[in-house]
């Protein structure tokens, strides 16, 4: 039986090749993808969503918009790495299919109330504003939650939006907050692992390769995306952060890490949105975080490569 998840997304050229990457694995049923406020604003990043779905066929897979700002904060946006579409780089043709009438928060709740419990899985790619106002509105959803694998955080690379904190618990650090306290299992694919995970321009023109659509529309996004992150970090590929969650569900063995605790900074301006982790448990706080600190980059790309060329 594949597994069920719902990605919750601010897409986001990685996003997008995380979607991808989650459409084209049968191991996993993508029931629902869930736009959030992030990289760009909303109403961008759910358009996104639609037209990544329909490049991978998948027209069928429902799109909804969720929350257009963080729970208490402005929305600190990401253009100068994403563009200003936040997908810029491919010309991907405007979406056919139209968003969901329901409101992505109400959605979360309501399918995480009727499936059975510990049956659904929560990718979530962007700031948790979505998983924190879903954790409000109806607290019960969080033993329902079969597991929270996220991308965000970073404790031994620091940061990369602020020195201290990496962009989705830095946009929305009270959602984060609620959602590391919420007692759901969680997993957090975090910049130290990313920033292992870089797409040098071998890897890219392999994915360009394949020769389908969506390996030429992933070389065209990501190489628009990385261009920043280039001339930023100096190495030889940009971090690739988003799939690492999808990667990690459908080959956990390229990643390691520990259980530990990790708290999230809400209230320091100097460091707000750092994710506090106790890798080395010198506090008794409650482990809640499965934090993976390491990635096999020839592994998940290999994995990558294979499945994008499963798609259209
Ligand atoms: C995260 O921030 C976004 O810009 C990316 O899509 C990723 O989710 C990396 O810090
Ligand atoms: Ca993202």
């Known amino acids: 039986m594949p ?20 459409l084209a694995s049968p191991e996993l049923e993508v029931l629902g993808i869930v736009a959030v406020a992030g990289n760009v604003g909303l109403h961008h990043n759910a358009n996104n969503a639609l037209k990544i779905a329909e490049l991978a066929g998948r027209a069928d897979v429902p799109v ?5 700002r963080p729970m208490r904060r402005t929305l600190v946006t990401a253009e100068h ?13 405007q979406p056919k299919t139209a968003l969901q009438a329901q409101h992505g928060v109400d959605y979360i709740i309501d399918t995480l109330m009727a499936a059975e419990p510990k049956s659904i899985t929560l990718c979530t790619l962007g700031p948790l504003t979505n998983i924190g106002m879903a954790l409000v509105k109806q607290p019960a959803i969080a033993e329902r939650i079969a597991e929270i694998v996220m991308m965000g955080g970073g404790y031994f690379e620091a940061g990369n939006i602020t020195p201290a904190a990496e962009f989705n618990i830095y946009v929305d650090p009270e959602a984060a907050d609620l959602v590391m306290r919420c007692g759901a299992p969680i997993t957090m694919m975090t910049l130290d692992v990313t920033h292992q995970i870089q797409s040098t321009p071998e890897r890219l023109n392999a994915i360009r390769a394949i020769g389908n659509k969506s390996g030429t529309a992933v070389y065209e996004m990501l190489t628009f995306s990385e261009s920043f992150d280039l001339k930023k970090y100096g190495w030889d590929g940009a971090p690739l952060h988003d799939p690492t969650v999808i990667a990690y569900l459908l080959r956990p063995e390229l990643f ?23 890798y080395w448990h010198v506090t008794d706080r409650p482990r809640n975080v499965n934090y993976m600190r390491n990635g096999n980059a020839v592994g998940f790309y290999a994995l990558l490569l294979e499945r994008l060329a499963l798609l259209p």
């Open 256 to 278: 390691d890490g520990r259980l530990c605790n990790v708290t999230i900074e809400t209230a320091s301006e100097l460091t707000v949105g750092m994710t506090v982790a106790d």
């Open 81 to 93: 790495v994403h563009g200003d579409t936040g997908l810029n780089g491919p010309d991907l043709p």
């Open 3 to 22: 597994r069920k998840i719902i990605i919750d997304t601010d897409p986001g050229q990685d996003d997008a090749v995380a979607i991808l990457l989650a």
């Open 64 to 68: 909804f918009a969720g929350c257009a």
